[in-house]
């Protein structure tokens, strides 16, 4: 069972900048994928970014070249950089660890979530 922690959340102004982190704990972190999905109020969950245990990546259309997915296998660790904010990226985002069927990411486990807030 993987257990998934995020932290980093917070309010920031458009135009800035914030990391998110998600500590994971049981399992092998380094064979997983891991993934940030967001939900915004009112709107479906959607998936923002994920990367494989290559570290191969993949980004939703409305955050690339803005947001970067890292991950640090000796911490079991998954990041995401968030530069550029808008008040559009508003929502809580979730941590997930999972696997891919083909060359889709499946998320296998959520974590609690956690609010970012961009004020225009």
């Known amino acids: 069972q993987v257990q998934l922690v995020e932290s980093g959340g917070g309010l920031v102004q458009a135009g800035g900048s914030l990391r998110l982190s998600c500590a994971a704990s049981?399992?092998?972190?380094?064979?997983?994928?891991m993934g940030w999905y967001r939900q915004a109020p009112g709107k479906q969950r959607e998936l923002v970014a994920d990367?494989?245990?290559?570290?191969?990546?993949n980004y939703a259309d409305s955050v690339k070249g803005r947001f970067t997915i890292s991950r640090d296998n000796a911490k079991k660790t998954v990041y995401l950089q968030m530069n550029s904010l808008k008040p559009e990226d508003t929502a809580v985002y979730y941590c997930?660890?999972?696997?891919?069927?083909?060359?889709?990411?499946?998320?296998?486990?959520w974590g609690q979530g956690t609010q970012v807030t961009v004020s225009s």
């Open positions: 997930t660890a999972g696997y891919y069927t083909g060359s889709y990411y499946q998320v296998g486990h």
């Open positions: 049981g399992g092998i972190f380094s064979i997983i994928a």
């Open positions: 990367i494989s245990s290559e570290h191969s990546t």
